[in-house]
């Protein structure tokens, strides 16, 4: 039953992050998709990215099960630095903008619903990431935390006071703790929470 309830918590936590993007991109005006969003990103680009967060888990449930290589929510983050370079995250970034299409906010939540319908009712599982295999209950905290901290910086880049639910921000809090903890980065990271110390901390 705790694998059951930790999947069920890794789920409503994803989907609140996902709702939270939807609303955030409801408040976009029309003449600010093509604005800077967050270093060479646009507001479209920038969105684009974060909508990754929504189709890599209907994607990936899509395929068959894979043996488990990745351990829990921190070793994800482990994995993955330093194997995709900037420019390869940027253009990826672009291509899901443009993708978007003319009505963003509408493919979106078709992205959004999409991957719902791929979460309903399912067991934990395996599933197959680019890394290798991880627990799906270990999985979507990682996409929360992409929800979240890009949530932030859509947020910043057109002036929304919207805050962050709370759930989302408490899981998105725990994954970076963790995280930091198995990259070397835990005392340093509660160094810098603390106020002893001045960041920055990449966790990702």
């Known amino acids: 039953m705790s694998g059951e309830r930790n999947l069920q918590q890794a789920v409503d936590d994803y989907l609140s992050g996902a709702d939270h993007l939807l609303r955030l991109i409801g408040e976009i005006a029309d003449d600010r998709w093509e604005t800077p969003g967050l270093g060479e990103w646009t507001v479209r680009s ?16 899509a395929q068959p099960e894979p043996a488990i290589d ?11 630095q330093g194997l995709a370079s900037a420019p390869e995250v940027t253009a990826r970034g672009v291509a899901a903008g443009v993708e978007l299409g003319d009505d ?51 947020a910043r880049a057109i002036g929304s006071s919207t805050p962050l639910p709370s759930e989302v921000l408490a899981s998105a809090l725990s994954t970076a703790a963790e995280a930091a903890r198995i990259t070397g980065q835990g005392e340093r990271a509660l160094l810098v929470l603390t106020g002893r110390e001045n960041g920055p901390i990449s966790v990702v």
Not at 55 to 60: E, I, K, P, Q, W
Not at 70 to 80: E, H, K, L, N, W
Request: hydrophobic share 45%; glycine share 8%.
């Open 46 to 61: 920038l969105v684009g990215h974060t909508t990754r967060s929504l189709t890599t888990v209907a994607d990936y449930l």
């Open 70 to 80: 990745i351990d829990s929510v921190g070793d994800y983050y482990a994995r993955i």
């Open 104 to 154: 963003p906010a509408a493919e979106a939540t078709a992205r959004r619903d999409r991957a719902a319908a791929a979460l309903d009712g399912i067991a934990d599982r395996p599933v197959a990431t680019p890394w290798g295999g991880i627990l799906l209950s270990h999985y979507l905290p990682t996409r929360t935390f992409e929800l979240a901290v890009h949530g932030l910086d859509i």
